[in-house]
């Protein structure tokens, strides 16, 4: 079983809060973290549909059945136990008592924010992080976006071409279908290889909507959809307009890049180096990596990006305090000058600010430029 970064912080945070939430998406290692971290306690599935009719039908027995600290697994498929775990952790006043982990995060955030508020800490985990994978011979960056980190490739060495197909369409079968009405899966189904065909692009709903038949307003509720489900997420651009011609539409990328390839039809490494989407791919990859890093700390990854009408562009940009971290990703191994054009721009009309500028590139080498701090993919984890 592969380490966790984020195992100290969930301890951490057990020792404060009466109930942890542990969302993220399917298969990205909620179950054993939970099982890993809190050894000692009862763990039950509602996936089990035994134990969730018996949760369903009588839930304060179903909790009475439990004399100790339990995880329940799934927890959105019976939101009506949370009044009732309200009760407990009112009653008792312990910390720990509960870990609730879900995929469904739209489901469960929705009924603890209503049941729970002020009660429990929510933790989002995404799949492996390459900090958490390097010890997992991945040691190229190819095989680092072409596996992706989900766990069960790991654990249990499955080629990404026999884990993806299958993952899609349990994805497909299970949860939109549990989400939405939906007639045609196979719709859908080019929908989200259309998404990953515009990873890093700015999201265009009426695009999409011309290339799938469908209206934009559909489009819209299916990217919420795949949002909701830890399987798009949109970097929304910067809001503050320095020159009155930024662009404000977000941009669209996958919260794995294995699950990406998987849609693009990439069944190897040395496809990969082909594709027209590695650049992408390469910058989808390292934005994950970003997000990962202030995740597992706990923190919100609040991750933006800063384009113009002019074509100047910032691929990431965060900010603390008074002082902006601002990044250009270039999957080139080789570097060259214009590559900072993009920082030196926005470090000129971005005054109000303490500018920090990064470049992380497709290289080994990691320097100290006039221009920007250059760091290799390989040094990612310290950000």
Known sequence: MISRVSSRKVLEMAKKFPVI??????????????????????????????????????????????????????????????????????????????????????????KISQSLAGRVYVFHLLPLSYAELKNENVKDLKDAIFYGGYPRLFDANIAPKDFFPSYIQTYLERDVRNMINLRDLNLFNAFLKLCAGRIGQLFNANSLSTEIGVDAKTIQNWISILEKSFVVFRLYPWHENFNKRVIKTPKLYFYDTGLACGLLGIKSVEELELHFAKGGLFENFIILEKMKLKLNMGEQADLFFWRDSHGNEIDVLETKGNTQVVTEIKSAKTLKNDFFKGLQWYEKIAKKYSIKKQLVYGGDDNQKRTEAEVISWRNIDSF
């Open 21 to 110: 939430t542990i969302t993220g998406p399917r298969q990205s290692g909620k179950t054993t973290l939970c099982k890993s971290v809190f050894s000692q306690y009862a763990c039950v599935s509602l996936e089990n549909p035994d134990t969730r009719e018996f949760a369903q039908s009588d839930p304060k027995g179903f909790l009475d059945t439990y004399t100790g600290n339990l995880i329940i697994d799934e927890a959105q498929h019976v939101p009506e136990l949370f009044s009732y775990i309200q009760g407990i952790v009112d009653e008792k006043k312990q910390t720990g008592q509960f870990i609730l982990s879900g995929s469904q995060n739209f489901l469960l955030l929705e």
